[in-house]
């Protein structure tokens, strides 16, 4: 099912993102193609963005672009931790 054509937009408060892998920044590496990032992007008021991983996805560097959203905390079996 799908909200009526006349629902309000709502704007989610948190997101919890998809991911392979992330570092120590907050940067994280997706499944390709940039979806959550654009979606993001056109968020006027940014959720917090909450990733889901094992400690062992934990990548020493990923590089990152202008286009690239960083998580601002990641959950794993070892724990909770902020970003920035």
Do not use: C, W
Not at 18 to 47: V, W
């Amino acid at each position: 099912m799908a909200p009526p054509p006349d629902a309000p937009d709502t704007v989610p408060r948190i997101v919890v993102v998809p991911l392979l892998g992330f570092d120590e920044k907050g940067a994280r590496l997706g499944y390709g193609k940039g979806h959550y990032d654009r979606a993001l992007a056109s968020i006027t008021n940014r959720p917090l963005l909450i990733g889901f991983a094992f400690s062992s996805q934990e990548l020493p560097d990923i590089p990152s672009g202008p286009h690239d959203i960083p998580l601002d905390a990641v959950v794993t079996e070892t724990g909770f931790r902020k970003f920035g």
